[in-house]
Structure formats: C-alpha cells, structure tokens
C-alpha cells in the first residue's frame, strides 16, 4: 500500500527511512502463513524469488506492532493463573517444521486454555485492525467452530498446518487491536481433510515449473492491486536474475535445489547470485518467444519491445515491422 505525503516533514522523512533501512529476509520456502493465500501464482512467484517484497512504512509499522504485540500477550498469558506457555522448544529456538519446501514456525503452544484445560493447543497471536477484530468477534459469538475460516483463511490454513505437523489436535488464536489494548480469542479443531488439502497445494505449487493462473487478468482487481508481483504479471516488468527464476534450476523434493546445467546442488547464497550463463524461465518472461539457439532465446514483450536473452543479460532488439 503507498503512503500518502504527511504535511509535516519531519514525520515524512522518518517514514521514508523506515522504509529504506527496513531489511527483509529473502524466504527460501513456502511458509505456513502464506500457504493459504488466495493467490497461487503470488506464493509461486515469491517461493521463485521472482521480485523483491516491497513494504509501505505502514505495513512495516503493521508487521512490527504484531512482533510487540505477541509479546506482551505471552507475558500476560505467562503471568494468567492456570496457564502454561511455551514460546522455545528445548534448544532455544522456534518451534518450526519442515517437510521439502514448505516450513513454519509456530508462536507457541499452551495448555490451561479456559474450555479446555487439560488440553495442549497450538498458539499463535495475530494484532489487527479495530474493523477486522470486531469481525472475529462476531464470527466467534455465531460459530466459534468456523469462526477462523470465516474470518480469514490464510490463518486458518496456517492453523490447520501447525496443528498437522506439530499433531496436537487444537489450535487457540489471540488477537489484540494496535497497542494490544483489546483482546480476543478464538480455537479451532484439526480438519485432517483441509490440513492435506493445504499440504498438497504447497506441494504442488512448489512441483510447478510455471506459474500458475493469475487470480485476476486485471491490473486494478484489489488483490493484484497491492500485490509486488503486479509488473511482473500484468505487465512487462522482467523477473530478477538469481537460480530460482533460471531456465536450469530444479526444486528438488528433499527442501534442496539444483542446477541442471551444472548438475549441482545450490546452496541459498549461490542461487541467490545466479551465474553468468542465467537464462530466464521462458514462462516468466512477460511475452511470447519469437526465437531460441543453444544458449539464448528472443521474445516479443507484452509492451512490444523485442528482447533477446543470453548469459543473464537482457538486451534490447531493434524494432520489426509488421
Ligand atoms: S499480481 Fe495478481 S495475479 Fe499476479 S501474483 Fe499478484 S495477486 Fe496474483
Ligand atoms: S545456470 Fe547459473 S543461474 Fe542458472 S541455475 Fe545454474 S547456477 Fe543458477
């Protein structure tokens, strides 16, 4: 989402530094958080690495009050009668899966939940909007059962995902407005029929050596609006060059990649600068291929432009008639 302009500069300039020294890490797998997304070609493309995600100061502002926010609900949760919390397995760390290419890390588990006393239940805190809480709210007070999936299911996929791989059949969602002021909550069961569903989506996703359809073929529907992709699929915007968005890598079943051209195996750091003989996935290339030889292939962009590709450079062809 942009930001609008502020009046007072001040403000504006720190805004636009949050935005320049915010560093995100480049996510090598497909995450429980993003499986459920109601795009495919978006976890497709940023499971290709395809382009940089890009954040607005508020959406930065956003991701760090959930941080904040999830834990000052565990130290209130930690200090509640009753109430176990765990937050690091035994090592220190997350609690996290992996299973190929898809992976996640859970908040935490806790056991002492008030319906369920006795029960473990995976934990995991979500902060929102004051509109989007009010939601829950009212899909909880109706059905507390399809509560989640009704509010949001990129979460309740995420839920159904935890409960799968860490096999504790309950799942306890906390939400807090901004300043976590407000509280909520909401617990779900384990559907084994949804969690495989969303675990072969993944699967598959990863398995695609295309991208898959666009959820819109316009620019300006909502989701494609917002979404870092957007050049790139409606538009002629070129992929970035790394080994995930090569014609010669390959994501291998057991979470590795590997390069067909060199037949290796690629470490994070080595796909991530690619190599001089790079050749774009032709399915990434926003256009139709007009020609091809041993080593390169020329396209017609959706703009018109005619391109020929060759050892990771692009390079502009002169215009043709007809
Ligand atoms: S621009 Fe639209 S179709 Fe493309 S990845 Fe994003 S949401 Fe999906
Ligand atoms: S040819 Fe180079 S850029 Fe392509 S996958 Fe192999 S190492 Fe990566």
């Given at each position: 989402?942009?930001?609008?302009?502020?009046?007072?500069?001040?403000?504006?300039?720190?805004?636009?530094?949050l935005?320049e020294?915010?560093?995100?890490?480049?996510?090598?797998?497909?995450?429980?958080?993003?499986?459920?997304?109601?795009?495919?070609?978006?976890?497709?493309?940023?499971?290709h690495?395809?382009?940089?995600?890009?954040?607005?100061?508020q959406?930065?502002?956003?991701?760090?009050?959930?941080h904040?926010?999830?834990?000052?609900?565990?130290?209130?949760?930690?200090?509640?009668?009753?109430?176990?919390?765990?937050?690091?397995?035994?090592h220190?760390?997350?609690?996290?899966?992996?299973?190929?290419?898809?992976?996640?890390?859970?908040?935490?588990k806790?056991?002492?939940?008030?319906?369920d006393?006795?029960?473990?239940?995976?934990?995991?805190?979500?902060?929102?909007?004051?509109?989007?809480?009010?939601?829950?709210?009212?899909?909880?007070?109706?059905?507390?059962?399809?509560?989640?999936?009704?509010?949001?299911?990129?979460?309740?996929?995420?839920?159904?995902?935890?409960?799968?791989?860490?096999?504790i059949?309950?799942?306890y969602?906390?939400?807090?407005?901004?300043?976590s002021?407000?509280?909520?909550?909401?617990?779900?069961?384990?559907?084994?029929t949804?969690?495989?569903?969303?675990?072969?989506?993944?699967?598959?996703?990863?398995?695609?050596?295309?991208?898959?359809?666009?959820?819109?073929?316009?620019?300006?529907?909502?989701?494609?609006?917002?979404?870092?992709?957007s050049?790139?699929?409606h538009?002629?915007k070129?992929?970035?060059k790394?080994?995930?968005?090569?014609?010669?890598?390959?994501?291998?079943?057991?979470?590795?990649?590997?390069?067909?051209?060199?037949?290796?195996?690629?470490?994070?750091?080595?796909?991530?600068?690619?190599?001089?003989?790079?050749l774009?996935?032709?399915?990434?290339?926003?256009?139709?291929?007009?020609?091809?030889?041993?080593?390169?292939?020329?396209?017609?962009?959706?703009?018109?432009?005619?391109?020929?590709?060759?050892?990771?450079?692009?390079t502009?062809?002169?215009?043709?008639?007809?």
């Open positions: 989402m942009g930001d609008f302009k502020l009046p007072d500069q001040t403000l504006s300039a720190m805004n636009d530094a935005v020294n915010y560093h995100n890490e480049r996510r090598g797998y497909i995450g429980a958080s993003s499986i459920g997304g109601s795009c495919e070609r978006r976890i497709w493309n940023a499971f690495w395809v382009d940089d995600d890009t954040y607005s100061a959406s930065i502002k956003a991701i760090k009050d959930g904040y926010s999830e834990k000052v609900m565990a130290g209130r949760l930690r200090h509640t009668p009753g109430v176990r919390i765990w937050v690091e397995d035994t220190g760390g997350q609690f996290s899966f992996k299973d190929g290419h898809i992976s996640g890390h859970l908040d935490g806790i056991m002492g939940v008030d319906a006393p006795g029960v473990l239940h995976v934990w995991e805190h979500k902060a929102v909007n004051e509109k989007k809480f009010n939601m829950l709210v009212k899909f909880v007070v109706r059905d507390e059962s399809t509560a989640l999936y009704e509010w949001d299911q990129t979460y309740f996929a995420q839920a159904q995902i935890y409960m799968h791989y860490f096999h059949p309950w799942h969602l906390t939400c807090c407005t901004p300043g002021r407000d509280e909520t909550s909401v617990r779900t069961s384990y559907d084994p949804a969690a495989n569903y969303y675990r072969e989506r993944g699967h598959r996703i990863v398995r695609a050596n295309s991208p898959p359809p666009r959820i819109s073929e316009s620019a300006s529907w909502f989701e494609c609006k917002w979404c870092p992709f050049g790139n699929c538009d002629s070129l992929a970035k790394n080994c995930r968005t090569c014609a010669h890598s390959t994501p291998l079943s057991d979470g590795t990649w590997r390069c067909e051209k060199k037949q290796k195996g690629l470490n994070d750091h080595e796909q991530y600068a690619g190599c001089e003989q790079h774009f996935n032709p399915r990434l290339v926003p256009g139709e291929q007009t020609d091809s030889g041993t080593d390169w292939v020329e396209y017609r962009l959706r703009s018109g432009a005619f391109i020929r590709n060759q050892n990771a450079e692009v502009t062809l002169p215009a043709r008639g007809g």
